[in-house]
Each structure stands twice: as structure tokens, then as C-alpha cells.
């Protein structure tokens, strides 16, 4: 089967972040851990192009997964493998749209990423198989997917011990229990002690209920809060730039703007040239202190609350936000602007 | 935060995912890596930009909403 890998501009080897914005282009053959699904192919199947985006430029343009889509098509792919993209966001997002453009025109896809990566829910009805978070395991996920592409290619269909991870199309087909009896022994396996069983996965984040809105900021307390790990030069609470296991306050009572060179991010996941050159684009402090100086704002919260959403778990994410809002509230703050890379 | 009642203007370039995991008030920036700047503009231009993005999540958490609302800069909500 002639296969088109795409890989994101880091494992093409055309650079790091200071090439996260180049375009889609294709690449002859094999590059990077396109070598290795393809020696563990073996013969059989042939990657015949690579195609490679940089992150920014396909995680930030919504015509990528087409433009590349249609490179796939010049180099006569039959299947499509995107990844693995481990737990990074954007190149999991870009994998996920790539696979959900081709699936949905026909060119089997399959993308590899870990079930975490937030780009996931994008990969509408194209197969997920899981990776492990971080690129550590190269070698099992790329095993992993190669099983797979090898049984996709065969014609079968992938399940979870494939490692699917995304929910395969619903194909009606006939079953010996009725409902009602699949229903009750649904419910005794519940009473068991079984928290997973269901015939219906729905997965996803939970509603959010939304807050109920401020009358005018005028008349309240704002605070700015960021998950992309804005610290003090030198980084001297250690704020991780990956896995964020805790959180930090830093003080701006009677700071006017983060000032390059006092203020600086340490996030791991993008380039942070662009903010270390100007903190504010990080953390908007010089134009709310101006709107608090015009009256648009009561007050700005006399520090902001930091940590760094790269590649940090939904729940531990989720306890950042419980703790926050519990800070926050003491503080007496009724509004936040919150800042995400 | 905004679970906890604190209504929480999410100024980022992900619309998509912000809108997939339910963030209530979203205002779209224009890169990732510079949610509440863009490079490409003018110092000046810049500092108007980044002006109107904060305006916008300050009218963001003053606006009842239901669901997921996306608040562009430039864009009245009705």
C-alpha cells in the first residue's frame, strides 16, 4: 500500500519552534519516525511522501488539512498516517484535522497521538490509535501504529485493543439481547463496582455552566491570570515548562507593564520569543492598567496567577482552576481575563 | 473559574478547542504563542490592539451568556 506520513516540522528535522511557521510541503520518502514505522512495515507497504507543516502555521490556519490533503492525493497515497504526536497540542491538532479532511474524502487516515492531546476531539470519524505522552517511547507508539496501519491496510477494522482511541463510526448490526436485558446487566455491572461499562461513550469535558456575568467592570476587581508561564527573569520559583504540578502569584501592585527582561516565559510548547520580547503579549497588564487608569476597570487584582498549560493533565489543569477561582473569591476578585497559548 | 462563579474571558488563538471544552467567554487573539499581542503590527498598532482585545473580554464578563460565546474584537454580540 503506497502510505503519506506527515510529521510536524521538529520531527522532519527542519527545526524547533523558530520553524513552527513555515508551510506545508513535501518531503520524498521517509524522514525521521517515518524511517522507523516503515522498517517495521517491512515491505509490504511503502511510504512514499512525507509531508510536513510547522506547527504554528497548521495549528493557526484552517485551510492546512486541505492544502495537505490534496498533497497527499498528488503523491497517490492510498493511506494517509499522521503523528505520533505524543501529547504536543498543535501538532496533535494538525494530525487530528489532517486525518478528519481525509477521512471524510474518502482517503483511508489514521493519526497517532495520546488520548490527552487536546486536538483529539478533531478528528471527527478518521482512527485514533493511542501514543504515549511524551516521545520517550517513540519506538512502542510507532509499534503500536504500525499494527494498526497494517490491519487497516488489510481491510479489518481497528478496535480499542488496537489502541483506537477515537469512537469508530456507529454500524448498526443485530445482537442476541434485546435492550432491555443489555440495560439491566449494564446496571448490575454499575452496582459491581463498574464505573466504565456503557454502550454509549460520550467522553468529553463535562457541561460548563456559565458564571453568571458582572453588571460593569467599572465597578469591580479584575484579575489577570495565564497558563502561559509569564515568571520573573531567571525563573526563581522553578515554574516547569511542561506538566505544570503546581501554580505561582507574582505581585503587579503599582507595575505599570511586564517589562522585557524582568518578566519572561518559560512555556515549553511554543516559541516564546515573540512574548519574552514584549511580556504583555502574554499577560495584557500595560492596556488593563490603562483601562483601570480610564475608569473601564475598577481595579485590577493586585497580583496575577500563573502556571503553564503544556501538556499539563485535564484534572490537574482542572484543580489549577478550582484553587483560582477559591483565591480569587477570597480576594475579593468578581472577573478574570485569562490568557492561553 | 467560571464553574466557581467568576466569569473568566479566555483570550486565545484556539478558538476551536476553547469552544470544544466549553469555555463560556472566549475573545480570539491572533497567534498562539501572543494571545494578547501580534508581532506583525506596529508599536503603536500593537498597544491599540491589545487595548481593544481587553476591552472586548471586559464587555466578555459583563455579558450573560449559555453556551460557549465567542466575543471578536471589532464584533457587537447581540
Given at each position: 500500500m503506497r502510505i503519506v506520513h506527515y510529521v510536524n516540522q521538529f520531527y522532519a528535522g527542519l527545526g524547533g519552534e523558530d520553524s513552527a511557521g513555515i508551510g506545508p510541503r513535501v518531503i520524498d520518502g521517509t524522514v525521521g519516525p517515518g524511517r522507523l514505522l516503515s522498517q517495521i512495515l517491512g515491505d509490504e507497504h511503502q511510504i512514499v511522501a512525507t509531508l510536513v507543516c510547522g506547527d504554528d502555521h497548521a495549528a493557526s490556519n484552517a485551510t492546512v488539512a486541505q492544502e495537505?490533503?490534496?498533497?497527499?492525493?498528488?503523491?497517490?497515497?492510498?493511506?494517509?498516517?499522521?503523528?505520533?504526536?505524543?501529547?504536543?497540542?498543535?501538532?496533535?491538532?494538525?494530525?487530528?484535522?489532517?486525518?478528519?479532511?481525509?477521512?471524510?474524502?474518502?482517503?483511508?487516515?489514521?493519526?497517532?497521538?495520546?488520548?490527552?492531546?487536546?486536538?483529539?476531539?478533531?478528528?471527527?470519524?478518521?482512527?485514533?490509535?493511542?501514543?504515549s505522552a511524551t516521545a520517550r517511547e517513540m519506538r512502542p507508539s510507532v509499534q503500536r501504529l504500525a499494527a494498526a496501519v497494517a490491519k487497516?491496510?488489510?481491510?479489518?477494522?481497528?478496535?480499542?485493543?488496537?489502541g483506537l482511541v477515537t469512537q469508530p463510526a456507529r454500524i448498526g448490526q443485530l445482537v442476541d439481547q434485546r435492550a432491555a436485558a443489555r440495560a439491566v446487566q449494564l446496571v448490575l455491572r454499575r452496582l459491581g463496582g463498574d464505573r466504565d461499562a456503557t454502550e454509549v461513550p460520550v467522553g468529553?469535558?463535562?457541561?460548563v455552566d456559565p458564571a453568571a456575568p458582572i453588571d460593569k467592570a467599572a465597578g469591580v476587581t479584575v484579575a489577570l491570570v495565564t497558563?502561559?508561564?509569564?515568571?520573573?527573569?531567571?525563573?526563581?520559583?522553578?515554574?516547569?515548562?511542561?506538566?505544570?504540578?503546581?501554580?505561582?502569584?507574582?505581585p503587579i501592585d503599582g507595575v505599570g507593564a511586564l517589562d522585557s527582561g524582568v518578566w519572561e516565559s518559560v512555556a515549553g510548547g511554543f516559541a516564546t520569543t515573540a512574548a519574552n520580547a514584549d511580556p504583555n503579549r502574554l499577560v495584557p497588564l500595560d492596556a488593563a492598567r490603562t483601562l483601570e487608569r480610564e475608569g473601564a476597570i475598577?481595579?485590577?487584582?493586585?497580583?496575577?496567577?500563573?502556571?503553564?498549560?503544556?501538556?499539563?493533565?485535564?484534572?490537574?489543569?482542572?484543580?489549577?482552576?478550582?484553587?483560582?477561582?477559591?483565591?480569587?473569591?477570597?480576594?475579593?476578585?468578581?472577573?478574570?481575563?485569562?490568557?492561553?497559548? | 473559574m467560571e464553574r466557581a462563579g467568576i466569569p473568566t474571558a479566555?483570550?486565545?488563538?484556539?478558538?476551536?478547542?476553547?469552544?470544544?471544552?466549553?469555555?463560556?467567554?472566549i475573545v480570539p487573539g491572533r497567534g498562539i504563542p501572543y494571545p494578547s499581542?501580534?508581532?506583525?503590527?506596529?508599536?503603536?498598532?500593537?498597544?491599540?490592539?491589545?487595548?481593544?482585545?481587553?476591552?472586548?473580554?471586559?464587555?466578555a464578563v459583563a455579558t450573560a451568556v449559555e453556551h460557549p460565546t465567542i466575543f471578536e474584537v471589532g464584533v457587537v454580540n447581540a
Open positions: 495537505l490533503l490534496d498533497m497527499a492525493r498528488s503523491a497517490d497515497a492510498e493511506l494517509l498516517v499522521a503523528g505520533p504526536a505524543f501529547g504536543s497540542g498543535r501538532y496533535g491538532l494538525a494530525c487530528a484535522r489532517l486525518v478528519a479532511a481525509a477521512h471524510a474524502g474518502g482517503l483511508p487516515a489514521l493519526a497517532s497521538m495520546h488520548p490527552d492531546n487536546p486536538g483529539i476531539s478533531e478528528a471527527g470519524k478518521a482512527p485514533v490509535i493511542a501514543s487497516l491496510a488489510a481491510g479489518e477494522a481497528l478496535t480499542a485493543a488496537d468529553g469535558f463535562g457541561a497558563e502561559g508561564a509569564v515568571v520573573p527573569a531567571g525563573n526563581p520559583d522553578r515554574l516547569e515548562s511542561a506538566r505544570a504540578t503546581r501554580w505561582l502569584r507574582y475598577g481595579r485590577l487584582h493586585d497580583e496575577f496567577l500563573v502556571t503553564v498549560g503544556n501538556g499539563t493533565p485535564v484534572a490537574t489543569a482542572r484543580r489549577f482552576g478550582v484553587e483560582w477561582a477559591a483565591e480569587l473569591r477570597k480576594a475579593g476578585v468578581q472577573a478574570a481575563i485569562l490568557t492561553a497559548t | 479566555l483570550i486565545t488563538n484556539l478558538v476551536t478547542i476553547a469552544e470544544q471544552v466549553g469555555a463560556p467567554r499581542g501580534d508581532p506583525n503590527l506596529s508599536p503603536a498598532a500593537e498597544q491599540a490592539w491589545r487595548r481593544q482585545l481587553v476591552q472586548r473580554a471586559l464587555d
